[in-house]
């Protein structure tokens, strides 16, 4: 069946640093791919997507790239601030009305001053 | 707008007695989903609903758990004779029909079970 694996945290940044976490998948044919982030209190929300191979997810100035050859979905940033803080989850789903998401574990992140 | 809602937000219940875990999704999202996540891991699959309609329920643990939308709208989780071992954090999700890829999520009910 499909599965997602991150990289463990917790990750623990400076403001300003260089984020990366990792996020691999198995999965029969093309899925979609996301990241979810949850704030303290908050529910989850979709960060950004990818549905194709070689697209690029970009919001909030975060960034993944759909890697069909290493089957990944690594997200980027290249300025964490405080506020960054949260946990981020990878997940993926098949296209179609019954499009479940299938779920890492989650990476939390601490951005500190 | 008002997003998706759940409540209660906390339960606590004894091990046997049954509980429900309501869900409010956006207004006009004809899919609803509902997910169990584990402390420490991500959330993971239970059922889905297009409309009043189950149309999948291959995530539910046991026959003690049971969902329901009659109406197409409000969705109630029921979960018979708890255990410990149901101890998480119900998430509700909605999705509008001319998008397959965005889901919206509630806060979530958190379920202890003691």
């Known amino acids: 069946g499909d599965s997602v694996t991150q990289m463990e945290g917790p990750v623990t940044l400076s403001e300003e640093a260089f984020l990366t976490i990792n996020c691999t998948y198995t999965?029969?044919?093309?899925?979609?791919l996301f990241w979810y982030v949850q704030y303290p209190g908050e529910g989850l929300q979709l960060l950004l997507k990818?549905?194709?191979?070689?697209d690029k997810g970009s919001n909030k100035g975060f960034e993944a790239t759909y890697r069909k050859e290493t089957t990944s979905f690594h997200l980027e940033k290249g300025s964490v601030q405080v506020s960054d803080s949260a946990v981020y989850f990878c997940?993926?789903?098949?296209?179609?009305?019954?499009?479940?998401?299938?779920f890492g574990t989650g990476t939390r992140l601490q951005v500190t001053l | 707008g008002a997003g998706v809602s759940q409540s209660p937000r906390y339960k606590v219940a004894k091990r046997g007695q049954d509980v429900a875990l309501r869900c409010d999704p956006i207004?006009?999202?004809?899919?609803l989903f509902w997910y169990q996540q584990a402390l420490g891991q991500g959330p993971e699959f239970l059922t889905y609903?297009?409309?009043?309609?189950?149309?999948?329920k291959s995530g539910l643990p046991s026959d003690r758990f049971f969902a329901e939308r009659p109406e197409g709208s409000v969705s109630t989780l029921k979960i018979q004779r708890t255990q410990q071992e149901d101890s998480a954090v119900y998430l509700c999700?909605?999705?509008?029909?001319?998008?397959?890829?965005?889901?919206?999520f509630g806060p979530g009910t958190r379920l202890l079970v003691l």
């Open positions: 609903f297009q409309n009043e309609a189950q149309l999948d």
């Open positions: 999965a029969t044919g093309y899925p979609s």
């Open positions: 997940a993926l789903s098949h296209t179609g009305t019954a499009s479940k998401l299938t």
């Open positions: 207004s006009g999202h004809v899919s």
């Open positions: 999700a909605s999705r509008i029909a001319g998008d397959l890829e965005t889901q919206y």
């Open positions: 990818a549905t194709k191979a070689d």
